[in-house]
């Protein structure tokens, strides 16, 4: 495993980091969860992230309980707020009342005094910039978290972020958005504009869920139990990327990846950690072989002419949109 810093911080991160979205508190029981966790702490793995909307707040009591008994000052705890958390009409968003009362909730299923990052999940229409990165600054100076960020916001909305981070004394350091292979959305405007700023990316899905394992192929039946596997064994095929040509043209990367030594799924994975302005990109897991195969990834150096492969046979398929950044909320 090798460590990077996040963003223009003094933190290092280390260059996969676990992620429970999928898995802890739905897919997955306690003694399977802590199982995965301490083969990814096995590996080198310190960088835990979560939410606390996660499996309504399941996620974060999983990891808690997980991560129980393992030295604190070796791990980098990320969690994140935004999605509604319960009922009332405060039980959501980024306002100072809801922040607030949401650290104090996340600390307490996560059984730790402080997270190491705290990341707006996505970006409030709702409520003032400015009381967002006050509560922020307040938190940060409270002790319950040592860094901010944020995660799926435009170019613009980081921008003013920062500015009102800095007037409060306090920085954003990382953004989190979807980056793979097959999407591309940051590259022109948030990979430079972090750059600039002093962010840097910790990537959700860098296998296009699952697509760039190669396991969806054209015509077959899909995995039983895989996310994309229908009633009878069909295969969901309202995803965008569950296309005939997307699947058949990941299936072209079969040899680049045996060339490389690689699994399809670390060859992805890979893509994403060679990528500029890239900090980390987070893998799940239901069982723990699954890590050891992921973190075959970790310090791989992929060759540029295979690079340049993966380009020319994904180019038709490859979403690059700016515009399509913020991938579950819609501007008023």
């Keep these: 495993m090798e460590y990077r810093k996040l963003g223009s911080s003094g933190m290092y991160i280390s260059e996969?980091?676990?992620?429970?979205?999928?898995?802890?508190?739905?897919?997955?029981?306690?003694?399977?969860?802590t199982a995965c966790v301490r083969q990814a702490l096995d590996l080198g793995i310190t960088t835990f992230d979560t939410a606390d909307a996660y499996a309504g707040t399941r996620a974060e009591l999983t990891l808690g309980r997980a991560l129980s008994g393992?030295?604190?000052?070796?791990?980098?705890?990320?969690?994140?707020?935004?999605?509604?958390?319960?009922?009332?009409?405060n039980d959501r968003g980024l306002s100072?009342?809801?922040m607030m009362e949401s650290i104090d909730a996340s600390l307490a299923r996560l059984g730790t005094e402080y997270v190491d990052l705290y990341q707006a999940h996505r970006y409030d229409?709702?409520?003032p910039l400015e009381e967002t990165m006050q509560a922020f600054a307040d938190i940060v100076r409270a002790g319950k978290a040592l860094y901010v960020g944020v995660s799926e916001w435009t170019v613009e909305e980081i921008r003013a972020g920062v500015e009102l981070a800095r007037g409060h004394g306090i920085q954003l350091i990382s953004n989190q958005p979807q980056y793979s292979m097959l999407w591309r959305?940051?590259?022109?405007?948030?990979?430079?504009?972090?750059?600039?700023?002093?962010?840097?990316?910790?990537?959700?899905?860098?296998?296009?869920?699952?697509?760039?394992?190669g396991k969806y192929v054209p015509g077959q039946a899909p995995p039983t139990a895989?996310?994309?596997?229908?009633?009878?064994g069909t295969l969901v095929s309202d995803h965008h990327y569950l296309t005939e040509n997307i699947l058949t043209r990941v299936q072209q990367l079969r040899p680049l990846a045996a060339d490389a030594g690689l699994s399809m799924a670390a060859l992805a994975i890979a893509w994403v950690l060679q990528r500029p302005n890239v900090s980390a990109?987070?893998?799940?897991?239901?069982?723990?072989?699954?890590?050891?195969?992921?973190?075959?990834a970790a310090g791989v150096k992929l060759d540029p002419a295979l690079l340049s492969r993966v380009d020319d046979i994904l180019d038709p398929v490859i979403e690059r949109d700016p515009a399509k950044v913020e991938s579950f909320t819609t501007r008023p």
């Design 16 to 33: 996969l980091a676990y992620g429970n979205w999928m898995t802890h508190g739905e897919q997955i029981e306690q003694d399977v969860a």
């Design 70 to 89: 393992v030295r604190r000052e070796g791990l980098e705890i990320f969690t994140k707020v935004y999605f509604p958390t319960g009922e009332g009409k």
């Design 96 to 98: 100072r009342k809801h």
């Design 125 to 127: 229409y709702e409520t």
């Design 185 to 213: 959305v940051i590259e022109q405007e948030i990979v430079p504009a972090s750059q600039e700023l002093g962010l840097g990316q910790i990537c959700w899905s860098p296998m296009a869920q699952g697509v760039l394992t």
């Design 226 to 232: 895989s996310r994309f596997a229908g009633a009878e």
């Design 281 to 296: 990109a987070i893998v799940g897991a239901s069982r723990p072989d699954q890590l050891v195969d992921n973190a075959t």
